[in-house]
């Protein structure tokens, strides 16, 4: 088996794309892993895991799943090779993969999982950011010009927020740090 062309495959495909190509959807965000029902069986409650950051899934019922060529040789009846050729096929990708090519797929995956590192560390930064900032209170809210300045602070924190998008690397997760502890800084003097 080509081990290139799976490596190329799970490059491009994540576990939550592979499931709803069969009509099973997860989740792209919350917890990890995230459960839900099994379409290998008949489930009442959720048993299958997905783990978004090992791409696998996993279902404690029936006791079936794995990666995204195992998960689909589950959704074909098949074996992996037919798995590898159907993703192959939809993707438009070769069997013959010349190592320059296998080596740079390598380094993509390797750079996506690192993008996926450092924007999860921005989040993890972001929620403590918040830890210990006093919320709104009812006799808050009542104090117009409090209730400005809670306003002006969460409302800069949301904009803030949506630069986690922009982190890719060392370099852009230290701005966005240091965006979130001038932030802190400011949101403590106003509160």
């Not at 080596?103 to 403590?128: G, I, T, V, W």
């Not at 808050?140 to 924190?157: G, I, Q, S, T, Y």
Request: charged residues 35%.
């Amino acid at each position: 088996m080509n081990d290139g062309l799976i490596a190329e495959i799970k490059a491009r495909l994540t576990i939550e794309e592979a499931l709803s190509h069969f009509g099973v959807g997860a989740p792209s965000r919350g917890r990890d892993p995230v459960m839900i029902r099994c379409p290998w069986h008949q489930d009442r409650s959720p048993s299958l895991a997905v783990y978004r950051r090992q791409g696998r899934a996993w279902c404690y019922g029936c006791r079936q799943g794995g990666d995204i060529m195992d998960v689909t040789a589950l959704f074909l009846r098949a074996d992996i090779r037919e798995a590898v050729n159907y993703w192959a096929e939809r993707l438009g990708l070769s069997r013959d993969m010349p190592p320059s090519r296998r080596r740079e797929l390598e380094e993509e995956r390797r750079r996506k999982l690192e993008e996926r590192k450092y924007r999860a560390a921005a989040q993890r930064a972001s929620r403590a950011a918040e830890a210990g900032l006093p919320r709104p209170r009812p006799e808050d809210l009542e104090d117009p010009e409090r209730r400005a300045r809670m306003h002006a602070v969460w409302a800069k924190k949301r904009r803030l927020d949506r630069g986690i998008d922009w982190v890719y690397d060392r370099e852009t997760y230290r701005c966005f740090a240091s965006g979130l502890a001038a932030w802190k800084n400011w949101a403590l003097e106003t509160l």
